[in-house]
């Protein structure tokens, strides 16, 4: 069973919802790497969005991406792609931040700060000036940090300010898990919660395979395997998949857009879908004055709610460890 926290944002009531006047009729991305170009194509496939714009301090780079982009559109459904400045964020509905320093082998997510604080300040400065009623969806890393930082510096709502979070991890530790049980992902129900990174914590207590807990599920099913499901291999594989990913190839691009992709979705369709995104947290799950990644409701909104899962003590003084290690950083920041 899932519980709401009684502490969430405020905003009207989801049942007095009028779609017909709220509709995302067109995206920003703000950088046009790896994950910003893959983003915008993910978006141009889904047909989510009529107008989608890509802006990079590389120009030339968006122009590129751009063209590539428009080259396929006698294959998708109709929809405006164009290489922009900072004024077109002018009217957009969502402005999704993918720009940053990379992420090198070695390098763990926090190492980013320094590096990408700065940058986010000149980013969110320009957005700001244009717009001030956009949802802004922060993905670059480090994500907890910088969606933070958004919040502080932007002045938006609390709703208004998402982190892709640990969407990509969620999804990360569903495929392990059903590669390890032969179910389908999709019926594979877990999260992972926490930083975006070394301290995330896997939700073991609640996860579940269509409603049966998956330690039941595996006895049942896998009576022959004596040392049980590989917990621990399994939550390795997870949270070091990134970095494998980055020695191999060099960075990460297709999951997390397609993770960005799909907070999009929930956006657009006002699904009410749970998710973890990363948030601004304000007492919940006994965390304050931080941004970290716990399921809540999404919807065309921004963030409707968190959802107050029943976690076990240990994955719960786990989280804790985790947001301690994310306000450290936090108060080495000079807002």
Request: glycine share 8%.
């Amino acid at each position: 069973m899932l519980y709401i926290c009684n502490s969430f944002y405020q905003i009207n009531n989801i049942k007095n919802y009028d779609m017909t006047t709220n509709t995302v009729n067109k995206v920003t991305i703000i950088g046009a790497g790896f994950v910003g170009s893959t983003t915008a194509y993910t978006l141009m496939l889904s047909g989510l969005i009529p107008e989608i714009v890509l802006i990079d301090v590389n120009m030339d780079k968006a122009k590129g991406e751009v063209m590539d982009l428009n080259h396929g559109m006698p294959f998708v459904r109709p929809v405006k792609i164009y290489a922009g400045s900072y004024s077109d964020c002018k009217d957009a509905d969502i402005v999704i931040i993918t720009a940053g320093a990379n992420q090198k082998p070695g390098e763990t997510r926090l190492d980013l700060v320094n590096k990408n604080a700065v940058i986010f300040k000149d980013i969110i400065g320009n957005i700001t000036l244009y717009n001030r009623d956009c949802i802004l969806l922060v993905v670059s890393n480090p994500v907890d940090i910088l969606t933070y930082l958004t919040y502080k510096l932007s002045g938006f709502s609390r709703n208004k300010v998402i982190g892709s979070g640990t969407v990509l991890d969620s999804a990360r530790f569903r495929y392990m898990i059903s590669e390890h049980v032969g179910i389908d992902t999709r019926n594979i129900h877990g999260y992972i919660i926490g930083e975006h990174g070394d301290s995330e914590v896997p939700t073991w207590s609640v996860t579940n395979i269509s409603g049966i807990p998956l330690d039941d599920y595996f006895k049942e099913n896998h009576a022959d395997i004596k040392h049980g499901l590989p917990k621990e291999a399994i939550f390795d594989q997870v949270r070091n998949a990134a970095y494998e990913i980055i020695q191999k190839k060099g960075a990460t691009y297709y999951g997390v857009a397609l993770a960005v992709k799909r907070i999009v979705e929930a956006i657009v369709r006002n699904e009410n879908s749970i998710l973890t995104v990363s948030s601004f947290l304000d007492g919940q799950y006994g965390l304050s004055g931080l941004c970290l990644s716990v399921p809540a409701i999404v919807n065309i909104q921004g963030i409707n709610r968190i959802v107050d899962v029943p976690i076990n003590d240990e994955e719960r003084a786990m989280l804790h460890q985790s947001g301690n290690a994310l306000k450290e950083v936090i108060a080495q920041l000079k807002l």
